[in-house]
């Protein structure tokens, strides 16, 4: 969340990365100064960032299944919002990433080009080039926004590839990441932020990854 203002951050630094170490004991914090505070739990895949502009909870799901985002992200962001008396958000965003896993970089590669002419993504731009230079080569990611006055989603669908190590080969994936924000203020009174998180989620895996079989 994005918010102006938050400059109570300076003067309550310490009483809210201890509230927030109440809350979520296993957070330990890597950085603390006047430019933000950063904080981190190995145990449940967390990694929590606050400044007087800003705040993030990002989680580690592939790793970490069984911790309740939702719940979390809720009492990360009231402790804050209420502490550093925040009463507007500028944007509110809400990122989540899927990976589908494949053995080389080349088969990825070759699974967004399938889903590009399946989607029609480029349509003719794309297909109608007679340039060896262009013909030759595949998609490797494309990228979609969608805005209304309110608010926006964001798609991205590239690849990458985690490099072999002792305990596993080297492995290619498909990266779907999907980002739903908010593009005008809203009170923080009118956030509920367990439902936005499911609700977001739920139309994510039901209908985005749905459609990009």
Known sequence: MRYKNGYIYWDRTGEITMRLLAFCPSLSV???????????????????????????????????????????????????AKLAEIRSLERIGHRLNYHTYL??????????????????????FLNDWNDPLINRKILSEFAVRLEEANTGIRMEVNTGEIEATASGAAKAFVNVDADLYTRTPVTIDSLIVDELVTQNRKWVEENLLTRLK
């Open 103 to 124: 053995p080389k970089l080349d088969d990825a590669k070759k699974e967004i080009d399938r889903l590009r002419k399946s989607l029609r993504i480029g349509g003719a």
């Open 30 to 80: 890597l950085q603390a100064d006047p430019g933000q505070v950063v904080m981190k739990s190995s145990f449940e895949g967390l990694h929590v960032r606050f400044s007087y502009e800003i705040a993030s909870v990002i989680h580690d799901a592939a790793d970490h299944p069984t911790v309740d985002f939702a719940d979390r992200a809720t009492g990360i962001f009231d402790a804050i």
